[in-house]
């Protein structure tokens, strides 16, 4: 049961993140990697995880993949940002 509710706590923090990163402030993109940093870091703290090479390995992929999402969200925002503006422009030419 703990991996199950682990894969399902990592598949919420990734779409939190992508959501945090769709909005106007790409400061809030911010937000969910400092928490994950903090959590590893405090499991890391207190012996959940052992080894400072998984520890590591962990942090790096996971910020990797929240980079991932970042930069997905914001290309998403940009994209919406550009056909609301080819919409406007298009109507202004009617």
């Known amino acids: 049961m703990p ?7 990592i ?3 990734v779409g ?3 959501f945090m990163s769709t ?3 790409a ?8 928490a994950f940093i903090t959590v590893m ?7 959940q995880i052992n080894s400072f090479l998984k520890f590591a390995v ?12 970042w930069v997905r969200g914001r290309k998403s925002l940009s994209k919406k940002r550009d056909n609301e503006l080819n919409k ?3 109507s202004d030419l009617k």
Do not use: H
């Not at 991996?3 to 706590?9: E, G, L, P, Q, V």
């Not at 962990?58 to 999402?69: K, T």
């Open 3 to 9: 991996d199950i509710s682990m894969f399902i706590a």
């Open 41 to 47: 870091t405090w499991m890391f703290v207190t012996n």
């Open 27 to 34: 400061f809030l993109g911010i937000i969910v990697p400092i």
């Open 58 to 69: 962990l942090l790096i992929v996971g910020l990797l993949f929240l980079l991932e999402e």
């Open 88 to 90: 406007m422009k298009s």
């Open 11 to 13: 598949i919420i923090m």
């Open 23 to 25: 909005r106007n402030s």
């Open 16 to 18: 939190i993140q992508y």
